[in-house]
């Protein structure tokens, strides 16, 4: 017990008044710095480098986001990350959604099991899952490609799935569902019609985690890809010599695609009436 | 009839996904361990000889670079619990009605690749780059200051990126804790400083246990902040670009694999260790 220090007590109003701007400061400083490289990002996707060398400012263009479209290196590699991004989340949204029913829905032995496979996957440092997965490949002899890629984002994608499903499951109202039956409606009937709708944001939410978490993979990627080229693969392979200015457009794109995506998230819930609540942003944690 | 289709449902619900992680996490770690007790070369191929040798072999040899890992992460996490502890209380405790626009500020800069963020970095903090090129410039650093490559350098790229995974539980854990409690604390003639370390603190203490391990987990196994912000200089290495470098450059696969399990067993220790030592039953909150 150190003794109560009076001063604080009779503090100055000008003391007081610093001491309320000094978290708000660190906050808004805070905020600054975590989007410098972003910044950074989206102001060299106007420069115009002299060579490859995309280090200093030399002057504005827009010629960098005309010129993407005619290079092939670098929008093979996206699409590459594109379809598998989609193939995997729509697997991954579907395996996981019902490995979430199940949990919240059943009781059956060996739930421990089942939690404890879908938490390590999600907790394990990446680079154990990617060299595993490397190990598994090299063992059976398989050649390393699309295929394998596709399989390990499937896998690390599951748990995410589940738990931002269940998270949505947990809070479910089942009365809806007992009205549905006692209207005559069947269990099919009762899932399509009243449960699947119900969870739907969450299902939705899970699958942009997913392909947000996909699109941006490199380590797991990196021990499954073999000579495929990914996005991520791609980006770090060129940037010994600098980051081409194409790069950052393409970043700079996506950055602006995951701000509508999440300003419809946001509109939709508005709409719907729903307050977010504050562990929703959770599940958008990105490795 | 009808039961035993409820007694079936759940395992059928649970068998695609359960079966794909079976087959892709549980298997590929038994085939690690097993590659690990291998003997052999990429060329003539490896042979299963329970060489259990491997282990102290490559603890002896690498023992060091775990150490800087687990300095690196430590450091790395200290550093994202006192930058993030203010950010995640100042957002649940004035946020207002700001409160989840600030959160989806905190994490939007996450939304753009890694690998992009980390190379932007790498270009700010360059020795002649925008930042200690104008410091120079200047005359506020010498001219031979360089940041890149230096273990701060690696520590200030892993806090950068792994914040969001720090600020998130400690926001949750924040927010739900009842502000009349630390009225109370006050009432009865606390200072703020003691109403905060005795209330608020410790009732958010879930929220820095789930955040420092979420931080520190992914921490000690990056290789990517090492080779980029550290610009592979092998003084600042840690273990993931030894494990990285052996299973993709030099195919010693035995000893990449031993290197990957001392790591899963090193966080698994360190994980229990720490969980006890907060105490389990505070993790519940």
């Given at each position: 017990m150190t003794p109560v220090p009076t001063a604080i007590h009779h503090a100055t109003p000008l003391r007081e008044r610093l001491s309320r701007l000094l978290l708000p400061s660190f906050t808004g400083l805070l905020l600054l710095f975590l989007f410098a490289p972003i910044g950074v990002m989206i102001a060299f996707s106007f420069n115009n480098p002299l060579g490859r060398q995309n280090i200093t400012w030399q002057g504005f263009t827009l010629g960098n986001y005309v010129s993407l479209w005619g290079r092939s290196d670098i929008t093979d590699p996206m699409i590459v990350s594109l379809g598998i991004a989609a193939i995997s989340t729509v697997v991954a949204t579907i395996f996981g959604t019902m490995i979430a029913l199940a949990l919240t829905r059943y009781r059956f032995a060996g739930t421990a099991v089942v939690n404890l496979l879908i938490f390590i996957p999600m907790t394990a440092p990446e680079i154990i899952l990617g060299a595993s997965l490397l190990t598994l490949w090299v063992s059976m002899g398989v050649e390393r490609g699309f295929l394998t890629i596709l399989v390990a984002h499937v896998m690390f994608n599951i748990s995410f799935v589940v738990v931002t499903v269940r998270a949505r499951l947990v809070g479910f109202n089942r009365s809806l569902e007992e009205a549905g039956m006692d209207l005559y409606a069947d269990g099919r009937t009762v899932f399509w019609k009243v449960t699947l709708p119900l969870i739907f944001p969450g299902i939705l939410s899970a699958a942009l985690l997913a392909f947000a978490l996909s699109i941006d993979d490199y380590v797991i990627t990196l021990f499954s890809a073999g000579r495929t080229l990914t996005f991520p693969l791609w980006v770090f392979g060129v940037s010994?010599?600098?980051?081409?200015p194409e790069v950052n457009v393409l970043g700079t794109l996506i950055f602006v695609v995951a701000i509508v995506g999440i300003g419809f998230q946001i509109w939709g819930q508005r709409r719907g009436g729903r307050s977010t609540d504050g562990a929703e942003p959770i599940t958008m944690v990105v490795r | 009839m009808r039961s035993l289709r409820r007694g079936l449902t759940p395992l059928l619900l649970l068998l695609p996904g359960g079966s794909w992680l079976i087959a892709f996490f549980a298997v590929p770690m038994a085939f690690m361990l097993l590659l690990s007790l291998q003997q052999g070369t990429f060329d003539t191929g490896y042979h299963?000889?329970?060489?259990?040798g491997i282990y102290p072999q490559v603890i002896g040899k690498y023992w060091a670079l775990f150490l800087r890992s687990a300095s690196f992460a430590l450091m790395a996490t200290a550093l994202t619990l006192a930058i993030g502890y203010p950010v995640a209380y100042t957002i649940a405790?004035?946020?207002?009605?700001l409160k989840n626009a600030l959160l989806l500020v905190v994490v939007l800069p996450f939304f753009v690749s890694f690998v992009i963020r980390t190379l932007n970095w790498r270009m700010i903090l360059?020795?002649?780059?925008m930042l200690f090129g104008f410091l120079k410039s200047v005359g506020i650093?010498?001219?031979?200051f360089h940041f890149l490559a230096t273990p701060a350098s690696v520590v200030f790229g892993l806090t950068y990126n792994f914040l969001p995974f720090m600020i998130l539980p400690l926001y949750v854990a924040i927010e739900k804790i009842d502000r009349r409690l630390i009225e109370a604390a006050t009432d009865l003639y606390a200072s703020r400083a003691q109403a905060f370390w005795r209330v608020t603190f410790v009732l958010s203490l879930p929220g820095v246990v789930a955040g420092s391990l979420l931080t520190f987990i992914p921490t000690v196994g990056d290789f990517i902040t090492a080779e980029v912000i550290g610009a592979g200089n092998p003084e600042v290495f840690m273990v993931g670009n030894i494990i990285q470098r052996k299973f993709?450059?030099?195919?010693?696969?035995p000893a990449a694999a031993a290197l990957s399990f001392v790591l899963v067993a090193a966080v698994m220790v360190l994980v229990i260790v720490y969980t006890r030592l907060i105490g389990s039953d505070r993790l519940s909150g």
């Open positions: 010994r010599l600098g980051i081409p | 299963l000889t329970w060489n259990f405790f004035h946020g207002g009605r360059a020795d002649n780059g650093l010498r001219p031979d993709l450059d030099s195919l010693d696969y």
